[in-house]
């Protein structure tokens, strides 16, 4: 009989350590046991429509997604960084971007969210994404935001609202966009940083209007 319970309390002894892995492993937003991504805090779309006109902000679950898998891929060195970095790169050196760019739509995803005011067709869309990391020191969420509010007002000429094409037709053109926004959170050698990681991602779309036309 004592040889039947101690069967018994060792497999659930089993049980239990395998469930408590399992919820570590599905729960806890980490990747190899040193970077924790945690859900926006803040309505990352309503500020960003508060502090900017350029772009109209909407909510994209896609987005939402595929940064909070993406985040979990960022690395200790990179997120204890520069205050404001665009971490696309030609080379795609960032991982948190090039796992980014696996998980969105082919050719969504450039090194800037940066239209130029000719060469559009009229009738056309162009999508154009861009991720952001922003050191989570003494900076909130919504200050974080606020910061790629302000570079984008700061380069208005980024988003025109004429665009001209073959120097002779001019088109009207608008701007909706959706933004995603995570807390990543980095460990080595028991050092720790604190970054958001911010994308957003900018579709212009073109309409014709005749009477900018020359």
Do not use: W
Not at 23 to 37: H, I, Q, Y
Not at 56 to 74: C, H
Not at 95 to 113: D, F, I, S
Not at 181 to 191: C, L, M
């Amino acid at each position: 009989f004592q040889m039947k319970l101690n069967k018994v309390l060792a497999l659930a002894l089993s049980g239990v350590m395998a469930v408590s892995m399992l919820a570590g492993c599905s729960t806890d937003g980490k990747d190899d046991g040193n970077t924790e991504v945690t859900p926006p805090t803040s309505n990352a779309v309503s500020v960003m429509n508060d502090a900017q006109s350029l772009v109209k902000f909407e909510a994209n679950a896609d987005l939402d997604a595929a940064l909070a898998a993406a985040a979990k891929k960022a690395e200790h060195k990179t997120v204890s960084g520069a205050p404001l970095t665009l971490t696309t790169s030609q080379n795609d050196s960032d991982a948190v971007y090039k796992e980014l760019v696996k998980k969105l739509p082919v050719g969504e995803v450039g090194g800037n969210v940066v239209f130029n005011s000719d060469s559009a067709d009229a009738g056309k869309t162009l999508t154009k994404t861009a991720l952001y990391m922003v050191e989570a020191d003494g900076l909130t969420e919504k200050a974080a935001l606020e910061q790629i509010a302000t570079l984008m007002k700061a380069n208005k000429s980024y988003y025109p609202e004429l665009v001209v094409k073959n120097s002779t037709d001019y088109h009207k053109a608008s701007y909706t966009g959706s933004v995603s926004v995570v807390t990543v959170t980095t460990a080595d050698g028991g050092n720790t940083a604190t970054a958001y990681y911010i994308a957003v991602s900018v579709t212009q779309s073109v309409a014709r209007d005749a009477s900018t036309k020359v």
